[in-house]
Every structure is written in C-alpha cells, then in structure tokens.
C-alpha cells in the first residue's frame, strides 16, 4: 500500500504543469518584475514571482531567464520541493567548476539554511543533475562525529548522498534529504521513494 501510494504521487508530480502568466517572448526588461510562473498539481497551485528570485551571471535577457525557470520547474524534482515548502531563491550561471561550460546556468531551492540545485543545461533545454551545499564530510577513524549543521556524506553502494542535520546530539539530528544526481528519493519529513525503516535506529 506504501509503494503504490509514492508511486501514485510521483505521477501526480510529474504530471504538474507549470504557466506562466505573460508571453516571454514579449517581457521587456523593465516588465520582468510582473512575470509570475505556477506549479499546478491537482488542487494545489504554488505561484512564483520572478520578482524575489535573485538572478547572478546571466544576461538581462527575461526570455533566457523565463526559459531556464521554466526547464528547471518542469523537473520533477522540482514539484517535490516546492510541494514541502522549498522557495526558489536564484537562478545563476555557468555553474560548472571550470567555467568552460557556458550554456549551464542551476536554480536554486532553499529552506532554512539548505539549497538544493537543479542544473539546466541550455543546448538540450533539459535539467540535468541536482546537487545540494551540505558540506561534505567523508566518513573515516580520524574524522570524529559529524559537525553541526547541514552535512552530506555519499553512500559508495548506492551512489546516493544522504544531507545530515546535526543539532547537537543524535536523538535530536534528521536525515534531511537522500538523493543521487537526478532523483529526490527522500525529503525531510514526509515525502519517500525509498523504504525509510531503520534510517534513524
């Protein structure tokens, strides 16, 4: 009952579908701040103003930036943060360490003091991975307990990252977040893809 329940939500999710309420190809510069996109999912509707999402790295051009919002929120990873209470805080490019990767720009999700980021790529107009700015922590006899805070460490067998968030003592720590570079497979406190027994024995 369980499984056929997520997999019921994950069709709910991918099939949402994202407006947006003026014609990209004809906003002005100076019009960009009344562009408001929605996440619509059955009964719920989640609106977005282009207004309060930071935009760093890319040119005043509201058609590219209307563009890449729109990628990214077609993801389905996008509906299942958005759906737990995520806001879109920036869009930003090029993302890529080496900066030789000009057609990458990320949107970035944020709630408290986490961020998660889904990459667009721009040729293939398609989201590509995702990552979250836990810090890494590498698990190993010298390196002690997890620090405070957001943390991630990568389970090898799996190829998934788990975000830690550490506040103090184990009983009052969370698994915030399980996910590899193309699926949410786990968001604090109620949305899985995954069986969840024992992730916090």
């Not at 009052?172 to 968001?187: E, G, K, R």
Request: glycine share 6%; aromatic share 12%.
């Amino acid at each position: 009952m369980k499984k056929s329940f997520f997999l019921f939500l994950m069709f709910l999710i991918t099939t949402g579908c994202i407006n947006y309420s003026n014609n990209p190809e004809k906003i002005q510069v100076d019009e960009i701040d009344s562009v408001t996109f929605y996440y619509n999912n059955g009964s719920s509707s989640i609106s977005v103003n282009l207004s309060a999402i930071e935009v760093n790295n890319i040119e005043d051009s509201p058609t590219k930036i209307i563009s890449i919002i729109n990628i990214a929120l077609d993801d389905p990873r996008a509906g299942i943060l958005l759906e737990n209470g995520w806001t879109i805080a920036s869009v930003s490019g090029p993302v890529n360490e080496d900066m030789t990767d000009k057609s990458s720009t990320e949107l970035e999700f944020r709630r408290n003091d986490l961020s998660y980021y889904i990459v667009v790529d721009e040729q293939s107009m398609t989201a590509t991975r995702g990552y979250s700015d836990a810090v890494g922590w590498i698990s190993e006899p010298v390196s002690g307990p997890l620090p405070l805070g957001y943390h991630k460490a990568k389970d090898k067998g799996t190829n998934r990252w788990y975000v830690f968030n550490i506040k103090g003592n184990s009983s009052n720590s969370t698994v915030a977040m399980i996910y590899n570079d193309t699926t949410i497979f786990y968001l604090y406190p109620s949305y899985s893809i995954i069986d969840t027994e024992g992730l916090y024995d």
